[in-house]
């Protein structure tokens, strides 16, 4: 009897490891601001009135040119706003492209060397792990489940499971001439 | 069945009714037209017919593309790996694209309902403020559906 419950609260423990791991190991990169470098805007964020600024850190740009896998170290950071709207429809500017309202969320993904092991190879984004944060910086509880499906749909592509990886290349070209 | 009741209607003098036929839309993350796309790309329908947009491979979405549907038309919308089935009822074209690929590959794809092209002009217009990968592939599926 002991050793069942034993048992049970070690696999209980291990799931609750496996479940947390992940977002624990990335930090609010609070100064994205300032230190990072935006590489893209996305209009329409998943189809909805959203909109993202994507930001890269200083390894990310320094290891992000061309098609090879960035450095561990690396950091990108996307600040999802919601959109204005006008009569429930997104407001548009005067080139068409959806404007800002609030800050909603800032959802982070960090690479770092031996990070990913944990997870099965069917999930696993390469030594990705990926949080979300609110805009006081606060770390979301939800599971990051959905960040590693919609990221692993890049799996071999010379994109290191990075959707904006193309911009990331031209933000890293601009940043060596 | 059908031809049975073809008859039935023409030996009574009545107009045979049109049959709506059921159609399919793949989401592929490798498919013919190369890495995310929608098989077939383009597809024409008759009026009243329905369109299953199968989620083949997982998490894409399809919704129409903003502005890209005939007026009086309802814009769609799936869920992410879900299938959805729709029917186009009102003619012309309809833009619809994976908001998850879109940036990146440019997922995209058109149903063109009846001969209507009547809202080509808005279509390009639509197209015109998508993200440049997208925009090309919409371009070239419009010119596709004003070919005929």
């Known amino acids: 009897m002991l050793g069942r419950l034993a048992r049970a609260a070690t696999g209980l423990l291990a ?5 947390a791991a992940g977002p624990e190991k990335v930090d609010n990169p609070a100064d994205y601001l300032t230190k990072f470098t935006k590489i893209a805007t996305r209009d329409a964020h998943l189809g909805g009135n959203a909109l993202a600024d994507v930001y890269a850190n200083d390894i990310a740009l320094r290891s992000g040119a061309g098609e090879s896998d960035l450095a561990s170290g690396a950091i990108i950071a996307m600040a999802v706003f919601s959109a204005k709207l006008n009569a429930g429809e997104p407001a548009l500017d005067a080139e068409g492209r959806m404007i800002k309202d609030q800050l909603r969320a800032v959802n982070v993904m960090e690479k770092r060397t031996g990070w990913g092991a944990e997870y099965s190879e069917a999930l696993r984004n390469g030594e990705w792990e990926y949080a979300g944060f609110n805009p006081q910086g606060v770390k979301s509880a939800n599971p990051t489940t959905s960040c590693f499906e919609c990221h692993g749909t ?3 592509l010379p994109m290191d499971f990075i959707y904006t990886r193309g911009e990331l290349a031209e933000a890293a070209a601009r940043m060596k001439k | 069945m059908k031809t049975t ?3 039935l209607f ?4 009545l107009a045979t009714p049109a049959f709506a ?8 993350n490798r498919g013919p037209g190369g890495a995310f796309v929608f098989d077939p790309p383009l597809l024409r329908v008759a009026p009243g017919d329905r369109v299953t947009f199968k989620a ?3 998490n894409h979405t399809v919704g129409t593309v903003r502005g890209m549907i005939p007026a009086g038309a309802q814009p769609f919308k799936s869920e992410r790996s879900k299938d959805l089935t729709v029917t186009f009822t009102t003619p012309g074209i309809y833009g619809y694209e994976c908001f998850v690929h879109i940036h ?4 995209t794809g058109m149903v063109v309902v009846g001969n209507d092209l009547s809202n080509m002009a808005a279509a390009k217009s639509a197209a015109a403020q998508t993200p440049p990968v997208e925009r090309a592939k919409l371009e070239a599926l419009l010119a596709q559906a004003a070919g005929g």
Request: hydrophobic share 55%; charged share 15%; proline share 0%.
């Open chain 2, 5 to 7: 009741a073809c008859i």
């Open chain 2, 21 to 28: 036929a059921d159609h399919e839309v793949k989401a592929l």
């Open chain 2, 10 to 13: 023409a030996a009574l003098g």
């Open chain 2, 104 to 107: 990146s590959f440019g997922m």
């Open chain 2, 56 to 58: 083949v491979d997982a």
């Open chain 1, 15 to 19: 799931l609750t490891c496996v479940a």
């Open chain 1, 154 to 156: 890049l799996k071999g």
